[in-house]
């Protein structure tokens, strides 16, 4: 195994989602690649999680039930320790409000909209954040 598989070992992504398939589909494909996955079917759930956790990528959707991605941003960023964790949206909503509120808050590194992407690319996304991060801390 190389140093860039381990590095990938040791990264946990938090993916909430209220959709049971792109739960099963994205958790395996992510695992395929060595990160370690934790689900939540609400962005209470995944709020809980995210803070027991600390995560170090949430994948987030934004028409959930309890809990919309748009409150669970808004607590991520209250909390200063919780707010430094990447968030990328994995959303079907595609429309130009809804761009700019997920951009007024200032959170989320990328808006992917579903039906326009793989679950490849949502992983190499996410490497290229967590590369990114790391250039950060060096």
């Known amino acids: 195994m190389d140093e860039e598989e381990q590095l990938l070992q040791k990264k946990t992504i938090c993916i909430i989602d209220d959709d049971p398939d792109i739960l099963t589909m994205y958790r395996l494909r992510f695992e395929q690649d060595g990160y370690f996955v934790l689900v939540a ?8 999680l995210v803070r027991s956790a600390h995560p170090d990528v949430i994948i987030l959707d ?6 919309d991605g748009i409150s669970v941003l808004s607590e991520l960023n209250r909390d200063p320790e919780l707010a430094q964790i990447p968030v990328i949206i994995l959303s079907n909503n595609n429309s130009d409000q809804m761009f700019q509120k997920i951009s007024d808050l200032g959170t989320a590194r990328y808006y992917i909209v579903k039906t326009m992407t793989t679950p490849q690319k949502v992983v190499d996304i996410v490497t290229e954040v967590l590369a990114n991060d790391s250039k950060g801390e060096e």
Do not use: K
Not at 41 to 48: A, F, H, I, R
């Open 41 to 48: 079917v609400n962005g209470e759930t995944g709020l809980t």
């Open 62 to 67: 934004i028409h959930m039930p309890q809990m």
